[in-house]
């Protein structure tokens, strides 16, 4: 079945520090992919979604310039959470579908703690 | 926008007995609802999905149902074992043909569900 990796899988890192997410689709080329956040013991919140070769579409609340989303190939996105403070400290999950209504095949997620 | 509410947010039950998580969704618009499975730890695992021009479907001991004039769908899974302890949680979605975006999902908030052996 389709496979999305996500690594790091646990990032632990200081305050000000700036962390790169990959999301790769390992099985087929992915013609968007999104990146949600989860806080401890709720739903999944979404961030952005990515198209490949094209800027990536935030939801309101979101800053850009705080979580740069690239999407250089159809297989590959990657988010980065820039000077990185304890309040960024949360679970992010990536996921890649084919096209619409194909299903999301989620990546098993990102520990961010921000120390 | 779309809004999904997701029932119960706790469910336990003893191995071998059903379980039924309810969703409702409010865009009329929504044409695709999956459902998946996350465990501790792990990203959400995508267990069944249905779209609305279909009314039922089953995969072995998981089967959706969606009633598109209520716009309600649920999960039931019968013959519950210990490995089925996980968070459940269901979404919907409206498709581009419908002046969506992409496909996104809109998820619920997610029910624990609790097997006893």
Redesign the interface.
Known sequence: GAV?S?HPSRVICKSGTSVKIECRSLDFQAT?M?WYRQFPK???M?MA?S?EGSKA?YEQGVEKDKFLINHASLTLSTLTVTSAHPEDSSFY?C?A?R???????????T?LSIL | GENVEQHPSTLSVQEGDSAVIKCTYSDSASNYFPWYKQELGKGPQLIIDIRSNVGEKKDQRIAVTLNKTAKHFSLHITETQPEDSAVYFCAASVGLNYGGSQGNLIFGKGTKLSVKP
């Open positions: 999305v996500q968007t999104f709720q739903s999944l979404l979604t198209n579409t999950i996921s579908h096209g619409f209504n194909q299903p999301q095949h989620f990546g098993d997620g520990r």
